[in-house]
């Protein structure tokens, strides 16, 4: 599909091959276990979602392509333009969501995203939204500082404001004011983005999704043989419940999903295998515990850091 310049299928081919190449990438820390692919189609599009599962690295690990069309856009889908609700839609992405079994190596989410909305008689309005995020359970500085640097370093062929802008945006973004705390250390967030023109803001896109893929491969390959016990384990599920919460309360993607009537076990790949709420945790005072709620679960700027 092309219009005035934008071309959809070269977006979803770009986006299956991202796919290919994260799975790719995350398969390498699990060679003994293959992904579980699930292709699906319904009259109104369809998808590939893969899913590694009880993985010695991975307890869990999804990586999801949808492309799907419709006749009324969600409100959610574009919330700072409420006026193109109801057009006709094709939206398409890819959605990825890591739930490392070691407690010190932190959950990862990334997703990049198109959307095209048309109404008779009228221009297409076209947009790109994504980028990603770090969620770690054990505070490690030198983690959150090389995830920032690798977000700013994707940013800035593009404008040297892009990265303290979606910056400053995932931390909005990624934030439970029930609880008064970031989901975690934030990277970037961006929507309804088309300032840079399609193909340079399609570009900006690409590197996004490399750069997700390049920062979380390091990370993951120094903490996924930490020791640890009984009581990391028991707080990576109690902060699992955080991610929970955010994902059913507060995320626009998982909302726009169960809108558009998508496909339900694709959309909830992001949740983690395993989680437990506890009435009135409060962490030990000095503890590395504490360290996470004190320095990591709020708004900082990690690369004034180094």
């Known amino acids: 599909m092309s219009h005035a310049g934008i071309d959809a299928d070269r977006v979803i081919t770009w986006f299956r091959e991202l796919?290919?190449?994260?799975?790719?990438?995350?398969?390498?820390?699990?060679?003994?276990?293959?992904?579980?692919?699930?292709?699906?189609?319904?009259?109104?599009?369809?998808?590939?979602?893969?899913v590694l599962a009880d993985g010695e690295t991975f307890e869990r690990a999804g990586v999801n392509f949808s492309r799907v069309t419709g006749d009324n856009l969600?409100?959610?889908?574009?919330?700072r333009r409420p006026e193109l609700a109801g057009r006709s839609f094709i939206a398409t992405g890819v959605s990825v969501v890591i739930h490392p079994r070691n407690p010190y190596a932190p959950t990862a989410h990334a997703n990049v995203r198109f959307f095209v909305a048309e109404?008779?008689?009228?221009?297409?309005?076209?947009?790109?939204?994504g980028g990603f995020d770090l969620t770690p359970y054990y505070p490690f500085e030198a983690d959150a500082v090389a995830w920032h640097e690798a977000a700013r370093d994707a940013c800035a062929p593009f404008g040297d404001?892009?990265?303290g802008r979606f910056k400053a945006w995932c931390d909005d973004y990624f934030y439970l004011p029930h609880r008064d705390e970031t989901r975690g250390v934030g990277g970037l967030f961006f929507d309804d983005f088309d300032e840079l023109g399609f193909e340079d803001s399609f570009a900006?896109?690409?590197?996004?999704?490399?750069?997700?893929?390049?920062a979380y491969a390091p990370i993951i390959e120094r903490r996924?043989?930490?020791?640890?016990?009984?009581?990391?384990?028991?707080?990576?599920?109690?902060?699992r419940g955080?991610?929970?919460?955010?994902?059913?309360?507060?995320?626009?993607?998982?909302l726009f999903g169960l809108q558009s009537r998508g496909r339900t076990e694709s959309i909830l790949m992001s949740m983690p295998p395993l989680a437990s709420w506890q009435y009135g945790y409060t962490p030990v005072p000095g503890s590395p515990e504490a360290t996470l709620y004190e320095d990591f679960l709020k708004p900082r700027d990690w690369l004034g850091a180094t």
């Open 242 to 254: 955080r991610y929970v919460e955010f994902n059913l309360v507060y995320d626009r993607g998982t």
């Open 19 to 50: 796919q290919d190449h994260i799975c790719d990438r995350l398969s390498v820390f699990e060679p003994t276990l293959d992904f579980h692919i699930d292709a699906w189609q319904r009259p109104a599009g369809g998808g590939d979602t893969r």
């Open 161 to 163: 404001e892009l990265y």
């Open 119 to 129: 109404k008779e008689g009228e221009d297409p309005v076209w947009w790109f939204g």
């Open 74 to 79: 969600p409100a959610s889908a574009s919330a």
């Open 224 to 239: 996924r043989e930490h020791d640890y016990g009984e009581r990391e384990r028991d707080f990576q599920l109690y902060r």
């Open 204 to 214: 900006f896109v690409r590197s996004v999704g490399q750069a997700f893929i390049d």
